[in-house]
C-alpha cells in the first residue's frame, strides 16, 4: 500500500513567513509523529500523536510550531514567523502503535528560509 | 541526558565484502531498537529491529546484534553491494516512552 506521504517536498520562504507542512500517514495507523533533521545530524523529535490522545508536544522548540492532527489521519505542522534557523528537513512518521513499534518515514519537507 | 551514538562517523567497504556499523546506548531502560537506512533526499528507511529480550536476530543479508551487558548494538550488512550506500542511523524507543532517540548516524561507503 501507500507509504507516509509528505508535501510540500521542497519549501522556500522568508524569513517571517508562516508556513504549513503536511503529512498523510499510512492507512490505518495510529501514531504520527514529525522529526527535525538539520543538514548532516541525526533527527530531532518535535511532536507524536496517538490516537484521540493529547499529543506529546515536549520536542517543539517554541511556540512558533505547532501541529494538529484531524480525523485521526493527516497532520500538519505549522511555524510561525519563520527564522533562518527553521531551515531543516521536517519527517513525518507513522506506525501502526505507539512506542516498540516501527516508525515508517515519509520522503520529508524540505524547509529553506531566506 | 540519555543519547544514542555511533562510533564512527564514516565507513567504507569494499564491494562484496561485509560491514558492521556500531551503535552505543547509555540507557539500561531501552527495550527496542531499530536500525534505519538513508538515501540523499529521502526519508529514512526502516531495516531491522530487534527487542530487548533478543541478542540476535536475522534478515535479507542483515544481522543486528545486541549486547546488554556493554549496552552496544550492531548492523551487520553481508555481501555489500552499491546500492547499500546510504547513511545508516540507529534508534532506541525508552521503556514506555513512545518516541525514539536517534543516532547521529554512520555514513557507509561502498567502493566498487
Same mark, same amino acid.
Given at each position: 500500500?501507500?507509504?507516509?506521504?509528505?508535501?510540500?517536498?521542497?519549501?522556500?520562504?522568508?524569513?517571517?513567513?508562516?508556513?504549513?507542512?503536511?503529512?498523510?500517514?499510512?492507512?490505518?495507523?495510529?501514531?504520527?509523529?514529525?522529526?527535525?533533521?538539520?543538514?548532516?545530524?541525526?533527527?530531532?523529535?518535535?511532536?507524536?500523536?496517538?490516537?484521540?490522545?493529547?499529543?506529546?508536544?515536549?520536542?517543539?522548540?517554541?511556540?512558533?510550531? #505547532? %501541529?494538529?492532527?484531524?480525523?485521526? *489521519?493527516? &497532520?500538519?505542522?505549522?511555524? /510561525?514567523?519563520?527564522?533562518?534557523? =527553521? #531551515? %531543516?528537513?521536517?519527517?513525518?512518521? *507513522?506506525? &501502526?502503535?505507539?512506542?516498540? /513499534?516501527?516508525?515508517?518515514?515519509? =520522503?520529508?519537507?524540505?524547509?529553506?528560509?531566506? | 541526558?540519555?543519547?544514542?551514538?555511533?562510533?564512527?562517523?564514516?565507513?567504507?567497504?569494499?564491494?562484496?565484502?561485509?560491514?558492521?556499523?556500531?551503535?552505543?546506548?547509555?540507557?539500561?531502560?531501552?527495550?527496542?531498537?531499530?536500525?534505519?537506512?538513508?538515501?540523499?533526499?529521502?526519508?529514512?528507511?526502516?531495516?531491522?529491529?530487534?527487542?530487548?529480550?533478543?541478542?540476535?536476530?536475522?534478515?535479507?543479508?542483515?544481522?543486528?546484534?545486541?549486547?546488554?551487558?556493554?549496552?552496544?548494538?550492531?548492523?551487520?550488512?553481508?555481501?555489500?553491494?552499491?546500492?547499500?550506500?546510504?547513511?545508516?542511523?540507529?534508534?532506541?524507543?525508552?521503556?514506555?516512552?513512545?518516541?525514539?532517540?536517534?543516532?547521529?548516524?554512520?555514513?557507509?561507503?561502498?567502493?566498487?
Amino acid at each position: 500500500g501507500a507509504g507516509v506521504s509528505q508535501s510540500p517536498s521542497n519549501k522556500v520562504t522568508e524569513k517571517g513567513k508562516d508556513v504549513e507542512l503536511r503529512c498523510d500517514p499510512i492507512s490505518g495507523h495510529t501514531a504520527l509523529y514529525w522529526y527535525r533533521q538539520s543538514l548532516g545530524q541525526g533527527l530531532e523529535f518535535l511532536i507524536y500523536f496517538q490516537g484521540n490522545s493529547a499529543p506529546d508536544k515536549s520536542g517543539l522548540p517554541s511556540d512558533r510550531f #505547532s %501541529a494538529e492532527r484531524t480525523g485521526g *489521519s493527516v &497532520s500538519t505542522l505549522t511555524i /510561525q514567523r519563520t527564522q533562518q534557523e =527553521d #531551515s %531543516a528537513v521536517y519527517l513525518c512518521a *507513522s506506525s &501502526s502503535q505507539g512506542g516498540g /513499534q516501527p516508525q515508517h518515514f515519509g =520522503d520529508g519537507t524540505r524547509l529553506s528560509i531566506l | 541526558g540519555e543519547s544514542v551514538g555511533l562510533h564512527l562517523p564514516t565507513l567504507s567497504v569494499q564491494e562484496g565484502d561485509n560491514s558492521i556499523i556500531n551503535c552505543a546506548y547509555s540507557n539500561s531502560a531501552s527495550d527496542y531498537f531499530i536500525w534505519y537506512k538513508q538515501e540523499s533526499g529521502k526519508g529514512p528507511q526502516f531495516i531491522i529491529d530487534i527487542r530487548s529480550n533478543m541478542d540476535k536476530r536475522q534478515g535479507q543479508r542483515v544481522t543486528v546484534l545486541l549486547n546488554k551487558t556493554v549496552k552496544h548494538l550492531s548492523l551487520q550488512i553481508a555481501a555489500t553491494q552499491p546500492g547499500d550506500s546510504a547513511v545508516y542511523f540507529c534508534a532506541e524507543n525508552f521503556q514506555g516512552a513512545q518516541k525514539l532517540v536517534f543516532g547521529q548516524g554512520t555514513r557507509l561507503t561502498i567502493n566498487p
